[in-house]
């Protein structure tokens, strides 16, 4: 594979690459792959998210949903409008919570469609764990507020506040939280461990590393689907698990008083998740818009993601004492939310140029050949209400109302 960078960002690399060799002896000799994924991505200075690298745009390594057009923020926003409206008409705080903010481009959006309609919240919390990022945030929004005359309060913080009421967004977070990998082999599920390669050779560090089966995954550890479900596997079968993911739900869960959260990623139901045709799983790395399977190639300079099970990530969340209040494609819920209002509201007849590019953005956003049906949205609900008002209102919000898909057959 061709080296798509220079002598610099090799010798971050090289850096990167030293600082995991030295986890893995001092471990005993082998890392988790979700251990390894935690230095590849968020090893101070060093990671992919830590270490000052441009991640989005067309210069980047990928493309948000937010980076494609104005009216998914926008779309957001009618969703989140009501729910601001019952913390203000409770003479409450009402307040916005997202997780990876990015470049700060969403938070954007989705104020100026609130202030369109006289609803913007009391403060917008950004938490994000790459510096450059809240670097970016800053430069970005604090300048944005002054121009449009925004009076939302926007803070950064490092933890989740503690009996928090609003709204909580996470736009492709979930895909970066890091997972383990597992492989079936004669009839059990193992873990898939990383060790050094003390005979390395390769420019791109593909061989820095070897992977090695680890210890058998507790049946506690795994996913229902893959304990009760009775599917067959081939051998060498390999997917991933994600505890991470669902402590970190877990979390949020049990700082969370009432409110809505939605998540947005690409992911699956559990009986597409582990489907025995997936023979691979499916996580990948990017670098400058190409996948890229091999997970060890240019350490710090690959972003590695996974899809979201998110049959097990609902059932953690209800049991955490939330309620489901949607779920559905990312095309279903734009369009029943009403971006295409959006879109023809805000045509310009005489500017046909500037139109098309908006619908060409519109058209990737709910494509079922775009991101459309492979990204997913799902919302859950807690409300210390006792007669349920909140949870009610909450399946009533725009783009809630219609049919939602099934996350278990």
């Known amino acids: 594979m061709e080296i798509l960078t220079n002598s610099q960002a090799l010798h971050h690399c090289q850096l990167l690459s030293n600082l995991i060799d030295k986890q ?76 990876g903010a990015g470049s700060g481009k969403l938070c954007q959006d989705i104020l100026l469609y609130l202030k369109d309609v006289d609803q913007l919240p009391d403060q917008y919390l950004i938490l994000d764990v790459s510096p450059d990022l809240i670097d970016r945030q800053k430069k970005r929004l604090q300048g944005f507020l002054s121009e449009y005359q925004i009076s939302t309060q926007i803070i950064w913080l490092d933890r989740m506040p ?82 991470r993911s669902h402590a970190w739900v877990n979390m949020i869960a049990q700082a ?7 998540a947005i990623d690409y992911g699956f139901p559990e009986h597409e998740y582990y489907h025995p045709q997936r023979t691979q799983g499916t996580h990948i790395a990017h670098h400058r818009h190409q996948a890229i399977p091999d997970m060890f190639y240019l350490p710090g300079l690959c972003d590695i993601t996974a899809h979201v099970e998110w049959t097990s990530l609902n059932r953690i969340a209800q049991k955490s004492g939330m309620h489901l209040t949607s779920y559905q494609s990312q095309g279903a ?18 500017d046909p140029i500037g139109f098309a590019a908006q619908a060409q953005g519109f058209q990737k956003l709910i494509s079922e050949a775009e991101m459309g049906e492979l990204f997913k949205i799902i919302a859950w609900s807690t409300s210390n209400s006792t007669n349920g008002e909140f949870v009610e209102l909450c399946a009533s919000l725009p783009g809630f109302t219609k049919r939602q898909r099934l996350l278990e057959v």
């Open 256 to 262: 969370f008083t009432e409110g809505v959260m939605i």
């Open 333 to 350: 819920y734009l369009l029943h939310a009403g971006i295409g209002d959006l879109l023809m509201a805000n045509m310009n007849p005489s």
């Open 24 to 99: 893995i002896k001092n471990n005993g000799g082998w890392l988790p792959f979700s251990q390894f994924m935690d230095l590849a991505l968020y090893a101070p200075e060093f990671g992919y998210y830590t270490s000052g690298s441009l991640k989005f745009g067309s210069q980047g390594d990928f493309i948000t949903a937010p980076e494609i057009s104005s009216f998914f923020g926008a779309t957001l926003g009618k969703t989140i409008e009501p729910v601001l409206a019952y913390f203000a008409q409770k003479k409450e705080i009402s307040s916005i919570l997202e997780f």
């Open 162 to 243: 503690d009996n928090f009421k609003g709204v909580v967004l996470a736009n492709e977070v979930l895909d970066a939280i890091p997972f383990d990998l597992i492989i079936w082999q004669q009839g059990k599920w193992y873990y898939q461990v990383v060790i050094s390669n003390p005979n390395a050779s390769s420019p791109s560090f593909s061989d820095r590393w070897l992977w090695q089966i680890g210890a058998e995954v507790p049946e506690s550890e795994l996913p229902i689907f893959l304990t009760q479900s009775g599917t067959s596997y081939p051998e060498n079968y390999i997917s991933e698990i994600h505890p």
